[in-house]
């Protein structure tokens, strides 16, 4: 984390909070909206290295949940919604509640996944932690497609030119597991999307795959996020989970501990998850503002 950045950036939005006269002010008081995105990142980064060290064999996940909710707070933020925390075989979007007392095991791939916002500018990433060596060849296959997207993300991009790229770096990929060789499969049921002000999952959508989409990258804040797997290209309901659409544009942490503190309310969405059992699945995720000179990779 970029730290002279950071308290920059934090220092300028602090000011804004405490001095309403420095709203729509001139100079070095006024945020702009790169400042918000940026000290969002920061904030979504910082929370990463303090919880790095929990994602091991025997952590419950429950506590990597209530710990990146209180980093959160503790710097002020909000959270756009829950944070997940996906094992193995479940995809994505899984959050788990209090009564959970599931554990990280050495075969599990982990899959992290939270947000930032502030005063509505939002940050979305996800990262993946694996154990088991065997398991390398999905975590690089991963990787690459979306070093290879970030690298090609620019205004102008046929958008389909992301999904195409992806594709072809996951599928030159395959896996000895449990002793049987897998070609890996990108998901296809899950995207990409643009990021608006307050509102997480924007109009665009970034498909993982090769598509017609010739429509081309405008400024704007956006998320890649290719999910792949071993044995499957699409994904079905799993349990329910906290309401992960409730908390689209959510503002403040009230709302969020609205949510929390009545989750029987909330039982409504649904985490993902592979059809097959044996499955392992691995994501990533970043966020990008992109504009017609300028690229921020805001969460690496």
């Known amino acids: 984390m970029d730290y002279y950045k950071y308290i920059k950036y934090k220092n300028k939005y602090l000011d804004l909070k405490n001095n309403q006269q420095y709203k729509g002010g001139i100079g070095e008081t006024r945020m702009t909206q790169l400042d918000y995105y940026i000290l969002a990142g920061n904030i979504h980064k910082d929370i990463k290295k303090n919880i790095y060290h929990m994602i091991q064999p025997g952590t419950r996940i429950y506590d990597i949940f209530l710990q990146i909710r209180q980093l959160t707070k503790k710097h002020n933020a909000e959270i756009p919604f829950p944070p997940c925390i996906s094992l193995s075989n479940i995809v994505a979007h899984?959050?788990?509640?209090?009564?959970?007392?599931?554990?990280?095991a050495n075969g599990d791939m982990v899959k992290v996944d939270y947000g930032v916002s502030i005063?509505?500018?939002?940050?979305?990433?996800?990262?993946?932690?694996y154990y088991d060596p065997a398991l390398k060849p999905l975590y690089d296959a991963t990787k690459d497609s979306i070093d290879a997207a970030i690298k090609m993300f620019n205004v102008d991009i046929p958008l389909n030119e992301i999904g195409k790229t992806i594709q072809e770096i996951v599928e030159s990929y395959e896996i000895n597991y449990n002793g049987q060789l897998y070609p890996l499969k990108v998901i296809k049921t899950l995207k990409g999307h643009s990021i608006e002000k307050s509102k997480l999952h924007g109009a665009t959508s970034i498909l993982n795959y090769?598509?017609?989409?010739?429509?081309?990258?405008?400024?704007?804040?956006?998320?890649?996020?290719?999910?792949?797997?071993?044995?499957?290209?699409?994904?079905?309901?799993?349990k329910p989970t906290n309401s992960f659409t409730s908390y689209n544009g959510a503002r403040n942490l009230s709302l969020e501990d609205n949510i929390m503190n009545n989750i029987n309310e909330f039982k409504q969405d649904y985490s993902f998850i592979s059809p097959y059992k044996n499955d392992m699945v691995a994501h990533m995720e970043h966020s990008l503002y992109v504009d017609n000179d300028i690229k921020h990779i805001l969460t690496e």
């Not at 005063?119 to 932690?129: L, M, R, T, W």
């Open 119 to 129: 005063d509505g500018h939002i940050v979305d990433s996800a990262f993946s932690v």
């Open 210 to 238: 090769i598509n017609t989409n010739t429509n081309r990258i405008t400024p704007g804040t956006y998320a890649i996020e290719p999910l792949v797997s071993i044995m499957s290209d699409h994904h079905i309901p799993y």
């Open 94 to 104: 899984y959050v788990p509640f209090s009564d959970d007392n599931t554990i990280i």
